[in-house]
């Protein structure tokens, strides 16, 4: 069943070109679970083969998650905390994948959504807790775009890399992932780095501005 998804949204890219790639990725940053690694990479591969930009591919799939955790920033805003985790296990969403991005929002505010845009498991959740604690929309919307668009970039990258030199794992998108995530491994334990980095700098921050008050 899953290739046969994977054919189908390599299709869906392949004719709609840019529009293919920002809906996917608008639909991969909500709960649903189709993973980016799958989106982008080949629609990097096909932009290498002259079907699309680059530049383009990258944004369009900035642009889609953007699109896609503002809908469910929005759509937690409008229902609340309680109706979530009432529901949320009907639509990918079970408490406890909701009470890990509620604890990294609240821990974390904007930078945390930042780094979540770079990491597995939190990525796509993160907008839901972000809205349900109505947590200002401008700074959500810059931090999600700044971190989509980093992401975005290196997926694109390591797609026209990888496929340029292995267009086979086109045929077997179990293949692909496991490849894309052997070679992303780096780049999300750099990410993890700087995070670790940041929350550092935040906690000896707040040591700081508790000890001047006292």
Do not use: C, N
Request: proline residues 6%.
């Amino acid at each position: 069943m899953f290739h046969q998804l994977f054919a189908t949204w390599m299709t869906f890219v392949q004719t709609q070109g840019y529009l293919g790639v920002f809906l996917l990725m608008a639909v991969e940053s909500t709960v649903f679970p189709l993973p980016s690694e799958i989106v982008v990479p080949p629609a990097a591969y096909y932009a290498a083969q002259g079907q699309m930009s680059f530049w383009g591919v990258v944004l369009a799939a900035t642009f889609g998650s953007l699109f896609g955790a503002s809908i469910s920033y929005l759509v937690a805003r409008s229902l609340g905390r309680p109706l979530l985790l009432r529901y949320g296990r009907y639509v990918f969403l079970p408490e406890k994948k909701w009470l890990l991005a509620e604890s990294w929002i609240q821990r974390y505010s904007t930078g945390g959504v930042f780094f979540a845009r770079l990491l597995p498991v939190v990525r796509h959740l993160v907008s839901l807790p972000a809205g349900a604690a109505r947590m200002p929309f401008l700074p959500f919307a810059l931090t999600t775009l700044a971190g989509s668009f980093l992401w975005s970039l290196v997926l694109a990258w390591f797609g026209a890399q990888v496929l340029g030199g292995e267009p086979r794992l086109l045929q077997d998108p179990d293949a692909l992932m496991h490849v894309l995530k052997a070679k992303l491994l780096w780049f999300i334990a750099a990410a993890a780095i700087m995070f670790i980095a940041y929350v550092a700098v935040d906690m000896f921050g707040r040591r700081s501005r508790s000890g001047a008050k006292a």
